[in-house]
């Protein structure tokens, strides 16, 4: 490991408080005003909250996803697997091959077919919405969290009606990613993870065993020739996770933010649309924290990463980072450009990014030409932890 010279150790902010997760803002800017590169003694990696060094780590090929598989293996079996099965995790060649397996699901072909299918379920979840009354309505059950699920099930051909129990143990494995969790905690995400791993390696026997109702179809047909049955089930998981989390606390995040500027009624044209959630990916990302592993000695700035150094890359820092917006607390529907990093950079750049547009930018106009009176109830639910940001409950009028 690097020998850390006393200038490059972050000094002073504690990303676990409570307070961080509620505003996490002053904090990011506090690390981007100590350097591009500081090691934290709490974290034991080097992070950055700086725009150009993160989007130059994620891109350079020498600084990689690394899966650690945790331990004792007996109790995160599943969970490694899963992990180390799916393309997020993987590097080289061999995420390659499974990448490229996986857009052919998620192609742009598809993700263009996707549009009527988003816009009609955006329409009947609506539909469903209004009929059970305008006030005091949770916009996150209504819409924002069954939207993502049942669009991810319909692409990958799951049956009707499993998307809930998907989404709850989907919740729980993902917690596992959130910094300092409980014992009980870790042993609801294990749980959690072989209670996908088994849903899905059972809705895969079925299709393969059935020729009446073929399942993840798109992604079976992978096997043998390019995945293995394992890798399938771990990517499906990987689809539906990336699928719905992200892009449901995405979406009700930036919902929040443009009802409290009372910006709804202003977003007019297909254009504001597409800048507006420009703005929503950027101004709060959903996911605050990606790590890489060096894996050969690389300098930035003045610091010297040894191999086998972590180097935390603070998603929500880099966004917010002065040197590219202006402004950049000011959340600013009509921004242009908008070079945020909320899906990434380099090879992992987010393969369902194209449909997450597609989904906000759907649900957003929708809102708008339905309910441009909308406003926020109550206070909206945050939910806890600082990796993974988004409300609980959304309680809004919609006149
Ligand atoms: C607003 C919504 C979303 C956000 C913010 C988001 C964010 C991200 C980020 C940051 C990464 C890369 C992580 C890294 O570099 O270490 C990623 C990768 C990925 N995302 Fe998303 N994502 C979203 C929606 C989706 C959707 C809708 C899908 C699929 C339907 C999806 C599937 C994936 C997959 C498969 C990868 C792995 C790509 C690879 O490793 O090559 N994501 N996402």
Known sequence: MTRVQEHQRLRGVDLQDADAWDDPYPYLADIRSQGQLLWSDDWQMWLSAHHGTSDTILRNPHIERRYEARCPESQWGSFNRLNARAALDMSGSEHTRVRKALTTVMRPTRSTDFSALVASEVDRLLDLLSASGTQNVDIVTGLIEPLPVNIICAALNLEEGIGDRLRNSSIRMVAAFEKGQTPAEAADSQLAARELEECF?????????????????????????????????????????????????????????????????????????????????????????????????????????????????????????????????????????????????????????????????????????????????APPLREPGFVVRGYSTILVNLE
């Open 201 to 377: 390696l059972g809705i895969a026997s079925t299709s393969r065993s059935s020729s009446a109702g073929r399942h993840l179809d798109s992604l079976l047909e992978q096997v043998p020739g390019s995945l293995s049955l394992d890798e399938a089930v771990a990517n499906a998981i990987l689809l539906f996770n990336g699928g719905t989390g992200a892009l449901i606390n995405a979406l009700g995040t930036g919902l929040v933010t443009l009802l409290q500027q009372q910006e709804l009624a202003s977003l007019s044209t297909p254009d504001a649309i597409t800048l507006a959630v420009e703005e929503m990916l950027r101004h709060d990302a959903p996911l605050q924290l990606f790590e890489r592993t060096a894996d050969e000695e690389i300098s930035f700035g003045g610091v010297t990463i040894a191999p086998g150094d972590r180097v935390g890359l603070l998603l929500g820092g880099a966004n917010r980072d002065p040197e590219v917006f202006e402004s950049p607390d000011h959340f600013d529907p009509a921004r242009h450009p908008n070079p945020h990093l909320t899906f990434s950079a380099g090879q992992h750049f987010c393969l369902g990014a194209p449909l997450a547009r597609l989904e906000m930018q759907h649900a957003l106009r929708a809102l708008v030409d339905r309910f441009p009176r909308m406003h926020l109830a």
